[in-house]
């Protein structure tokens, strides 16, 4: 696997590599990131993952340091995984002194994560796009579990015709049904026991619309049961799954966000054919 951190050294692997498939991320893998990586492999004869933790996506409230970094054990499962290229730039490579352009999507960012973040998805849309144009990939993975984020990705391909397809990776999850996430080691064995429940009663309350419940009741029951428990939900809605309007009717994507002391868990499944 080549390892690279400046765009020199970047042009030259890719040139050498030929047609890449790219899999973002910031690090601190799991076997959710392996799962992405194995998708990319489907897709395109090479693999890329690049590790950046990009602080245009933090915000001023969000402690950028504290987020979880393992270089050496990141590129240890790279390796294992079959990925041919890491990029890893710093942050001066990425955006060098006097950067001027940010990318800004509308329609699917707002609200939610976009509401609840603001200014996280111009930081997103900015190093994707980064990243597509660095990597000249063809085909890039996402994971299912920041479905939001997903649909911002697709938005912004589609709208300023970036040749690169955007694919979709199922979400993995822990036996227990709690989504994988690099935040999850922040749970203290209490909330760990506890996080699981958040799927569980998204679940219950696709089951309960699909069995004729109206999505405002089912809704307000789910979100109840998980105030009691404990959580702090954010939100809990039922959304068109590529505009991320709300709806009043499957099929859809039931999005979540929800705190545990000082995690914030997102999860996201379909509703019917959503």
């Known amino acids: 696997m080549k390892i690279v951190r400046d765009l020199p050294s970047l042009r030259a692997a890719r040139a050498e590599l030929g047609p890449l498939a790219l899999v973002p991320t910031m690090g601190a893998l799991h076997a959710g990131h392996l799962s992405l990586i194995a998708a990319a492999r ?8 690049s ?7 933090f915000g001023p409230q969000e402690d950028l340091s504290r987020y979880p970094r393992d270089e050496a054990g990141d590129l240890a499962q790279l390796e294992a995984a079959g990925c041919d290229l890491a990029w890893l730039p710093s942050v001066e490579v990425m955006y060098p002194p006097g950067r001027a352009t940010t990318i800004e999507v509308l329609g699917p960012s707002e609200g939610w994560e976009g509401a609840a973040r603001p200014g996280h998805f111009r930081g997103v849309a900015t190093v994707c796009a980064k990243l597509f144009s660095q990597t000249g990939a063809t085909v890039a993975v996402f994971g299912e579990k920041d479905w939001q984020q997903y649909q911002v990705i697709r938005r912004m ?6 040749p690169v ?23 203290d064995p209490a909330a760990r026991a506890l996080a699981p429940r958040l799927h569980r009663a998204m679940q219950a309350a696709a089951a ?29 809605a039922l959304v068109e799954a590529e505009t991320l309007r ?6 859809g994507r039931l999005i979540a966000a ?7 868990l997102l999860d996201n499944i379909a509703v019917g054919a959503g």
């Open 42 to 49: 489907r897709e395109a004869p090479r693999v890329a993952a």
């Open 51 to 57: 590790i950046f933790v990009n602080p245009l996506q």
């Open 157 to 162: 391909v589609a709208d300023l015709d970036l």
């Open 165 to 187: 397809r955007i694919v979709g990776g199922t979400t993995v999850r822990e036996a227990d049904g709690l989504a994988m996430s690099s935040r999850n080691r922040f749970l």
């Open 208 to 236: 309960a619309m699909l069995a004729g419940t109206a999505p405002a009741t089912a809704l307000a029951e789910a979100r109840q049961s998980l105030t009691a428990a404990g959580f702090g939900v954010d939100y809990l």
């Open 246 to 251: 709300e709806t009043d009717k499957a099929p």
């Open 258 to 264: 929800a705190k545990l002391g000082t995690v914030r």
